[in-house]
């Protein structure tokens, strides 16, 4: 069976897999057991960057109640190069003021690049990173130096709660069922809106500005899923936390200074 389009690199197996040399960021996927109220994740990432390239690779376990998450967030990273296209993340904030990251990623092996070209030929693998946003966050700003608007949705807790839950089983589920991303169909924006519509169905009906989701933001407040008091392109202004995330980077409370 050929993967058309892949020329130098060759096809992988046609059935994905958790079993490759993965790189040092992405070599632990996140697990979480749930009892009742009470959630244990494994493997939160943390890293610490010199360089984008360069880093000290953390994780921790982290306790949580699924009743203690307050708030989500929509935060959306447009490419520098191509800003119709961006990476998506949600961030879910806790009632300490703690939060935390799914990034819905290519699971690169080590030394591997992104290509959209090759994702449309099950040439990566599909993962969650649950991590804090003094990782992730700081890495698409900082060291990336991307642009990052973050904003607030108008989801209850109750919703931020059952959201989270569905991604943290979703995140299992890839963890003993692995899949292929694919660039148009299984990738960070499409799993979003999977998300949001099962909790609350049909709520994000199919759009271009999924296809292209530099343009997600715009299409959520269209919506009402951000605060539609202040017209879109002031809200999307007064997003972009760049200036805030390079000042207080390295400050243990990043994620509060981040929302000034």
């Not at 690199?9 to 632990?28: E, H, L």
């Not at 996927?29 to 943390?46: A, F, Q, W, Y």
């Not at 904003?151 to 989270?164: N, S």
């Amino acid at each position: 069976m050929l993967c058309l389009g892949v020329f130098s690199t060759g096809c992988k197996a046609i059935v994905a897999t958790n079993n490759r040399n993965w790189a040092p960021d992405q070599a632990k996927l996140p697990i979480s057991e749930v009892n009742g109220d009470h959630i244990k994740i494994h493997n939160v990432r943390n890293c610490r960057y010199a360089t984008a390239d360069n880093y000290v690779v953390q994780y921790y376990d982290k306790d949580i109640r699924l009743s203690d998450i307050q708030t989500v967030d929509f935060v959306v990273v447009p490419f520098k190069d191509t800003p119709s296209v961006a990476h998506t993340m949600l961030s879910f904030g806790l009632s300490d003021g703690q939060y935390l990251v799914s990034s819905v990623e290519i699971r690169k092996e080590a030394n591997e690049e992104y290509s959209a070209w090759k994702g449309f030929f099950n040439q990566y693998e599909l993962m969650y990173v649950i991590g804090d946003e003094r990782d992730v966050i700081n890495l698409s700003s900082n060291y990336y130096k991307s642009d990052v608007y973050l904003y607030r949705t108008v989801a209850k807790p109750e919703q931020a709660q059952e959201l989270f839950l569905d991604v943290i089983k979703r995140a299992n589920k890839l963890a003993a069922e692995p899949e292929f991303y694919n660039t148009v169909t299984n990738n960070c924006t499409t799993n979003i809106v999977s998300h949001v519509n099962k909790i609350a169905p049909k709520s994000v009906p199919y759009d271009m500005r999924i296809l292209l989701p530099g343009y997600s933001d715009e299409y959520a407040y269209s919506l009402g899923l951000l605060d539609t008091s202040v017209p879109f392109e002031q809200l999307r202004s007064e997003s972009k936390i760049n200036q805030l995330a390079e000042r207080y980077r390295d400050d243990e409370n990043f994620s509060q200074y981040i929302r000034r």
